[in-house]
């Protein structure tokens, strides 16, 4: 008993000489103290990404969502502003367009637009100047400039012939004979005043042409465009430039006279659906507040001839306002209409 004892003894001894070295051991070496985690940290760090992202994808949609505004474009210059003020031009004003110059022009305003190279008739500027008459046509001198005369004076006259001796002329001449013998000798002697650098022109040169008197035809009979009565009469005074004729919608709409339609649409405000006919050099019809129209561009129409269905489009009744421009000029329809 007294050995187990013992070993006993010195197994717990050496246990604890082992277990003291390597405690010993481990004192010696660098001590690294745990790591700790910082929860708060990384809770904060987690979140900063999406933070991050969340405005940048809100700019994102914001960019998508609003284009990038393009600078404006320069203003070009008005067009035409050396003919400003002359005879046969007008000067854009604001709230024009191209189809009411040509009504106040008495022109097609396809015309207009031809005469100016004007490419978009809807695309016209404030200040810029345009023709609204036709332009001349250019004279042909080519014969005239490569027809001219050599001019050779002639000899002057001798005195005896001029002036014969008494003795072979016994009775003066008569008056008339006289005359005429002054008349010749002027005549003659014109050609050698001219100087050389002013040639004659030969009398077979054809001359500029003048310009002709309006036709006979100018002046129309026109007729009644629609059967209603008259409820509003023309007053340019009160910017009234035609008549209103009362009726139903869809009643007909007919010509006043023949011609050729040069509008047909709604592009000027306070017409509605608009007809425009250009009868000749002078006058025009305007056909306004249509339900329907029948007809187009450049279509010739005759007299009496349907064109439209009365409405009211851009009215507040259902009319017809019919104009009658002389040269572009707004004229009272009722002195060109038959009474009835």
């Given amino acids: 008993m007294k050995g ?12 604890a000489v082992a277990l003291s070295m390597t405690l010993l051991a481990c004192s ?22 999406a933070s991050s992202e969340a405005p940048a994808k809100a700019a994102s949609e914001v960019v998508a969502a609003e284009p990038p505004i393009a600078e404006a474009a320069p203003k070009r210059a008005p067009v035409g502003v050396e003919n400003a003020g002359k005879p046969g031009y007008y000067t854009v004003q604001k709230g024009d367009t191209l189809i009411r110059i040509g009504l106040d022009a008495g022109q097609n305003y396809r015309d207009i637009a031809r005469w100016n190279a004007i490419e978009n008739p809807n695309k016209i500027e404030i200040g810029d100047v345009y023709r609204v ?5 250019p004279v042909v001198a080519k014969a ?19 002036t014969p001796p008494k003795a072979s002329s016994p009775a003066a001449p008569p008056p008339a004979t006289v005359a005429s013998t002054a008349a010749s000798a002027v005549k003659a002697a014109a050609p050698s005043t001219l100087p050389a650098s002013e040639p004659m022109v030969a009398a077979s040169v054809p001359q500029k042409p003048q310009p002709a008197a309006p036709a006979a035809d100018d002046m129309l ?12 009469g023309f007053d340019e005074t009160k910017n009234r430039k035609g008549i209103d004729l009362a009726g139903g919608a869809g009643d007909p709409v007919l010509a006043a006279a023949e011609g050729k339609v040069v509008y047909a649409g709604e592009g000027l405000r306070g017409y509605g659906k608009l007809i425009i006919i250009k009868h000749n050099n002078t006058f025009l019809t305007a056909y306004a507040h249509n339900q ?28 017809l306002h019919f104009e009658i421009r002389e040269r572009g000029r707004p004229v009272d329809p009722m002195k060109y209409l038959r009474s009835r």
């Fill in 292 to 319: 329907s129209i029948l007809v187009k561009e450049d279509q010739s129409v005759k007299k009496g001839q349907k064109i439209a269905e009365m409405g009211s489009s851009d009215s507040d009744r259902v009319k």
């Fill in 28 to 49: 010696s070496g660098r001590q690294r103290p745990a790591p700790v985690a910082d929860w708060a940290k990384a809770k904060k760090a987690a979140s900063a990404p």
């Fill in 4 to 15: 187990l004892a013992m070993a006993r003894w010195n197994i717990g001894a050496w246990t």
């Fill in 144 to 162: 005239v400039a490569s027809s001219r005369l050599s001019v050779t004076p002639l000899p002057p006259v001798p005195a005896a012939a001029a």
């Fill in 221 to 232: 009979e026109f007729a009644w465009p629609a059967k209603g009565e008259v409820i509003a």
């Fill in 133 to 137: 008459v036709p332009p001349e046509e």
